[in-house]
């Protein structure tokens, strides 16, 4: 282990603070190793020796007396074991960085320093990701502090949706007016949406007039979303029109041609007050009923193909639909890796972390998602590095083509021709065809490009990606570089993290699987780290047993643990503890409340019990045979009523879920299981002694459940739980009353 950190100390070296170079003493950039280190070591080191006496416990205890819920039991200590095991590897070596952007005119000192870049926008669902939406983070990244000529955006439309190509031709032209607005008064919020909303124009006849701009703009456009009707008065030229004409009756979102248009052009195109405009591109890939799309990753590989034709810039950044920019120097700081004479050339990607505006004050659904978006990284980024999280990440291109030692293949790229010639536009169609992988016997998704085979794309092509011996950094400033949207309703939020789940449980039992290949390939930590991401969904073994075997025992007057008497006892308690309490400490170090925490717990109990649970039996019905499953876009679109409840912290159910059906069940067990035993406390003279630990975990059940009782008797909002989910649970809970009573 100790050899493992002293490899991770010299990479850091490699990864961290920026050397003299260059003729300046100025750093770009530090790295350091944060202080609660060695208490982690420390923690893990006696926390490891309190596991050991536990399994000793269960092997004493089932030799003694063999029985079924003593082998749950066992089951459920051992998936927390192996959770937990693998979790401490993201607290071994957590790290800190910082940049320094103002020293970057000392390294990059003209115009052809900088690299080009292209910056790749997916969106599928005009419907379910509206138009506006998408346009706000395209123009939010066309208007970065980073030379124009050097910039490039790509737009791709899985939905292939003409709506979503009109709202695009209106971004254009209102970004004439946007940019130079931004550029003139210095303003760092360049989401329009976003900074019209907090910026309220009192005598201020010029954000008055770019306001006015916007409305109109965004009234079109939505009028058309809302309609279908693209008005022959919203079209400008004959070219808008000729390109609207190939949405005939036979193009579909799932079987249409390619289409592939330049909406700006850096050698032709100006704002209004002359300054050139960066390229802006609409791709739609083709395709076809009869051939694989590969989801996200398809379209992300058509994107570095078309791009690898027209622009071919050396730096990538990837963004989801809503994940707007929040920062318009994000690209100097990344620079500030990049250009560092001293860096590691195995530097493959910067990733930057999710963070989530509108968010409730104590983010009842667990969105931000704390713990593996901002705190978790850190950890990693003191190994060899953080995973690709699927947006706001800079790559280099050169990633997707090999290992940091091999030759990348150059596309082809017509260096000397506009991107909207006929032989670039001919050659980028043809790229962007659906049979043109099959056509080429290509190794895309495979070898190069993002990876295919999974539902989380992001997460397998990072993964390999470092196994190739990429390295990675993880950059966290203080003004978050991206902001997006996240569920205000539990079952998006539940079903999009079923999602993730069943894409990782299909890279943990790939033949890639992190628990050996990773480890192999490169590091035990890093390896483990990875394999705690990939079975993720396992949460749902102990959390689902411990949610119903205890209280149901307890309801039949029975006790499974051991007496407060008994000096097994104390192990039990310090485990429960010092779990909870390690992570919650983590989140009070991150600015977190102990609202969010406790949040946080709760909501991953839910998910324990829903969303975990259902992707284990989804992956295992489709490894069968029996069942398969496909991407499914989670919706952007909020309704007022809804994102009021949100606001005021209550949670919004409204409709009979399945996800909602295990959670509501546990909260009648435990809480019929807490008031019986009260009462065999009070009246029946129990001993508390052998009691305790099933009342705490009933009690601990009871107070998590609450939203799911204001719900079922309380409320009388849309948001309520169904009658009928409310029926089922209680006949499903009084089915495991009466098996449990056999049992027992």
Not at 161 to 190: D, G, Q
Not at 195 to 208: A, G, L, Q
Request: with cysteine; aromatic share 14%.
């Amino acid at each position: 282990m100790y050899k493992i950190l002293d490899k991770l100390a010299h990479h850091s070296e490699e990864m961290g603070s920026s050397t003299e170079s260059h003729g300046s003493a100025l750093p770009l950039h530090t790295c350091v190793v944060k202080r609660r280190t060695s208490a982690n070591r420390l923690f893990a080191i006696v926390y490891s020796f309190a596991i050991l006496s536990l399994l000793y416990h269960h092997c004493i205890t089932l030799l003694d007396s063999f029985n079924m819920v003593s082998l749950l039991i066992l089951l459920a200590d051992v998936v927390l074991v192996f959770m937990w095991t693998t979790s401490q590897a993201f607290r071994m070596r957590p790290v800190e960085r910082r940049v320094f952007v103002e020293h970057l005119e000392h390294y990059a000192k003209n115009i052809s320093d900088y690299p080009r870049l292209d910056v790749f926008i997916c969106t599928a669902d005009p419907f379910k990701e509206p138009p506006m939406c998408v346009v706000n983070t395209a123009l939010s990244v066309m208007a970065y502090d980073y030379p124009t000529e050097k910039l490039s955006v790509y737009v791709s439309d899985d939905g292939g949706s003409k709506l979503t190509l009109f709202a695009f031709m209106e971004a254009a032209r209102f970004a004439a007016h946007w940019l130079p607005y931004c550029r003139r008064n210095k303003i760092v919020e360049r989401c329009p949406e976003a900074y019209f909303k907090s910026h309220h124009s009192w005598f201020d006849p010029e954000t008055d007039q770019i306001r006015m701009v916007y409305e109109n703009m965004r009234a079109r456009v939505e009028s058309v979303v809302q309609t279908g009707i693209i008005n022959l008065d919203y079209i400008s030229n004959e070219g808008e029109t000729e390109v609207f004409s190939r949405w005939t009756d036979e193009f579909t979102p799932k079987n249409h041609p390619p289409v592939v248009q330049v909406l700006l052009e850096q050698n032709k195109d100006e704002d209004v007050t002359g300054h050139m405009m960066p390229n802006l591109v609409y791709v739609s890939r083709g395709k076809s009923m009869k051939l694989p799309h590969n989801f996200k990753a398809g379209a992300l590989n058509v994107l570095l193909r078309v791009s690898g034709i027209m622009t071919n810039a050396p730096v990538i950044l990837t963004l989801d639909t809503d994940m707007y920019s929040n920062d318009p120097q994000t690209p100097l700081r990344v620079l500030c890796y990049l250009l560092d004479p001293a860096m590691d050339p195995k530097l493959g990607y910067i990733q930057f972390p999710q963070i989530y505006h509108g968010i409730n004050e104590n983010d009842i659904y667990g969105g931000q998602l704390k713990l593996e978006f901002q705190i978790e990284p850190c950890g990693v980024d003191g190994l060899v590095g953080p995973n690709y999280v699927g947006t706001g990440c800079f790559f280099r291109r050169r990633v997707f083509f090999g290992g940091p030692s091999s030759e990348t293949p150059e596309p082809n790229h017509l260096v000397n021709k506009s991107i909207n010639s006929k032989q670039v536009l001919a050659m980028a169609h043809h790229v962007a065809d659906c049979d043109f992988e099959k056509q080429t016997n290509s190794k895309w998704g495979i070898e190069i490009g993002l990876k295919y085979g999974t539902l989380v794309e992001d997460f397998y092509t990072g993964y390999l990606l470092q196994c190739k011996g990429w390295k990675s950094i993880f950059c966290n400033p203080k003004r978050p570089a991206f902001l997006g949207n996240s569920p205000i309703d539990l079952h998006s939020a539940l079903n999009q993290i079923m999602r993730w789940s069943v894409g990782l449980l299909e890279v943990a039992f790939c033949r890639y699987s992190p628990i050996a290949f990773g480890v192999k390939s490169i590091n035990l930590l890093q390896g483990l780290c990875y394999t705690h991401y990939a079975f993720w969904p396992m949460w749902s073994i102990p959390i689902t047993i411990y949610a119903f075997v205890p209280q149901l025992a307890l309801l039949n007057s029975a006790s499974i643990f051991p007496k407060v008497s008994d000096p097994w006892f104390l192990l039990y308690i310090f485990l429960f503890l010092g779990a909870y309490g390690q992570e919650c400490l983590e989140f009070m170090s991150a600015g977190e409340t102990i609202q969010r925490w406790w949040n946080n717990q709760r909501i991953w109990t839910i998910r324990g019990l829903s969303c975990f649970a259902f992707a284990l039996v989804e992956y295992l019905l489709k490894f069968i045979g029996i069942s398969t499953f496909g991407f499914s876009v989670t919706s952007k679109v909020v309704e007022e009523e809804q994102s009021k409840r949100y606001n005021k912290g209550i949670f919004e159910f409204g409709v009979a879920s399945p996800f909602f059906l295990p959670i509501t069940t546990a909260a009648l067990i435990n809480l019929a299981s807490f008031m019986w035993g009260m009462v065999q406390l009070l009246f029946k003279q129990r001993s508390f002694d052998d009691l305790f630990m099933q009342m705490l975990l009933a009690s601990f059940g009871t107070v998590n459940g609450w939203p799911l009782y204001e719900a079922i008797v309380l409320r009388t909002d849309e948001g309520k739980m169904p009658l009928k989910i409310t029926l089922m649970s209680i006949t499903l809970a009084l089915t495991l009353y009466l098996v449990s009573s056999i049992v027992f």
